[in-house]
Every structure is written in C-alpha cells, then in structure tokens.
C-alpha cells in the first residue's frame, strides 16, 4: 500500500467530527465536491469503503475506524518529535489542553496551573470544564493531554496516573439537625429532608444512581444541578443538605460555614478522583511538567 496522503487524512477526519462532507467543506472552508473527490480517491488507494451513504448523513465503518486510529497516531507521533525538538529550546513553546471536572477548578489554579502560567508564559494552556463522560473522551481521542474526573468509568483506552479516594459526604450547615446526628449517617437519615443532587452525566450522580439500583430506593432532589456550586450555595442557603465531595468546599469548610457528614454505605465511599491519560500517548515536555506538580501538588491526590 502507498503512503496515505496526510491531505486526505485531514479531509478524512473532519468528515469523521462533523458527521457529512457538507460540515466538513463548511469547516475547513472548501467545496464540498473537492472533500467528496479526496474521500473517493482514499477509499479507491485503501480499496475499502470508509462510509455509509445514509440519508442523515455519513456512518463510518469498521475500516474508518482503524483509520481514524491511524490518524491519531500519526498525529500522536507528530506532536512527540515536535516536543523533542521544543525541548532542545528550553521549553519556551508548547500547548498543555487539560479537560477536568467542576470539582479540581480552584485547586488546579491556585496549586498547579496559576503558578505554571507564570514561571511558563509563552507555553500555552487551555483548561476546559465537562462531564466526567466528556473528560474520558476528550482524553481518549487527544483532544486533551490531561484529565481530571471524579469516579471516572474504566475505559481501556486511557490509563490513570495518579487517583485518590474521595467519598461522598452529605454536606450541610452546622446547625442542621443532621449535624447533631452520630456520625456516620445512613440514607434513611438523609431521605426526610431537602435535598439536592447533581444531573446526569456527572461521576457524583453515578455513583448516587449505583446506590440507587443496588439499594432499590428512588431518590426524590428538591434540585437538580450541573453545577458543584449550585449544590454548595443551595446547602449554604439553609434551603437543604446535599451529597458531594469535599472537593471544591474546602474554604467553605474550612471556615465553617459548611460541614460534610461521612455516610456510612460502600458505594458512596468507593468514588475516586483520577488524573487520566491515554493509554500509549507519549506527553510533551511541558505537559509532563504539570502532570507532575498535578500529581505533587494538587491537594485532591496528597496523601490523608
């Protein structure tokens, strides 16, 4: 087989993101008929079919897949000798993408990514916020060197470098009855009172909907949120207690003005935190470096 033209492959891919040749030519800025000639002529060189002409638009097949996972790992390997060469200039250039959950935003930027910045100014950092579903894909597909998520699925295409247990606790004002209940609580304390609970597809609500199927209970929130700071400010508010880490309440419990109540049930002291790569990506100098302070650092891995 010939060398497959690195061309084709960008046209490849972005059909691959954007679902049609339409989307595609829009993002590139081109015309669809000159992506629709580059796919042809790749699938006539790879003598196989790359799509599924359906009328919503393009379905990969098996052998896009493979592709796909070709591609990657050229562009893998690609950002790896360019990271050789950034290394040979002191580190004075380079990309850092982190995708991290909601919970690691205060700490990441005072502990890691604050102090970086400043000793690194002209390596450029992008810091996104999702779902722990969107921090594995990000992280599995390179769109991301790092993840941070709060009990992550197991997925096989990334390995965890560092992980720490962190359990669910109900947190709550001081003065709230449960407060002065024996520590720890059970769930038919908590089921009495207001409560609230992250949405879907968050690794906090996760591990609360396990509970949920293993115990065979169906919890009823006075609020759902996507929001870590919602859920806080709601317990804050006296408008309720509700179920979260100590991640990203640690000033607030530091002061007093909120309290976290351990509860006494496997799965919700199960969940861990986990900084997430991909399995066989080699990371660029500058990305290592805020692994490692990630890891040193970071007061959600430090040692209890």
Request: charged fraction near 20%; include cysteine.
């Amino acid at each position: 087989m010939a060398e497959i033209s690195q061309t084709r492959l960008k046209y490849f891919n972005e059909v691959v993101a954007c679902g049609s040749i339409r989307g595609a030519a829009d993002k590139l800025g081109t015309a669809p008929s000159v992506i629709s000639r580059q796919i042809q002529l790749l699938e006539k060189e790879l003598g196989v079919a790359l799509f599924e002409r359906r009328a919503r638009g393009l379905t990969p097949t098996e052998a896009a897949d493979m592709l796909l996972e070709y591609h990657r790992a050229c562009r893998a390997q690609q950002e790896h000798l360019n990271t050789r060469l950034q290394e040979l200039r002191g580190m004075r250039r380079g990309n850092v993408h982190l995708m991290i959950s909601e919970g690691f935003i205060d700490s990441l930027m005072e502990h890691v990514v604050g102090p970086f910045c400043i000793e690194h100014p002209r390596i450029n950092v992008s810091v996104n916020v999702g779902s722990v579903n969107e921090v594995v894909e990000a992280v599995a597909t390179d769109a991301a060197h790092i993840g941070l998520a709060y009990n992550p699925p197991v997925d096989p295409r990334l390995r965890c470098r560092a992980s720490r247990k962190h359990p669910v606790c109900l947190l709550a004002l001081p003065d709230h009855a449960l407060a002065r209940r024996r520590a720890p609580l059970t769930i038919a304390d908590i089921l009495p009172y207001p409560f609230a609970l992250m949405s879907a597809p968050y690794g906090l609500r996760q591990a609360v909907d396990l509970l949920e199927f293993t115990e065979r209970i169906h919890l009823t929130p006075s609020l759902t949120t996507n929001s870590l700071r919602v859920l806080k400010q709601y317990a804050i508010s006296g408008a309720g207690v509700t179920l979260m880490p100590n991640l990203g309440v640690h000033h607030e419990l530091a002061s007093g003005e909120l309290v976290a109540l351990p509860i006494a049930h496997p799965i919700l002291s199960a969940p861990e935190c986990q900084m997430l790569l991909r399995l066989g990506r080699p990371l660029s100098s500058a990305a290592n470096e805020v692994a490692r302070r990630i890891e040193q650092r970071l007061p959600a891995f430090a040692a209890p």
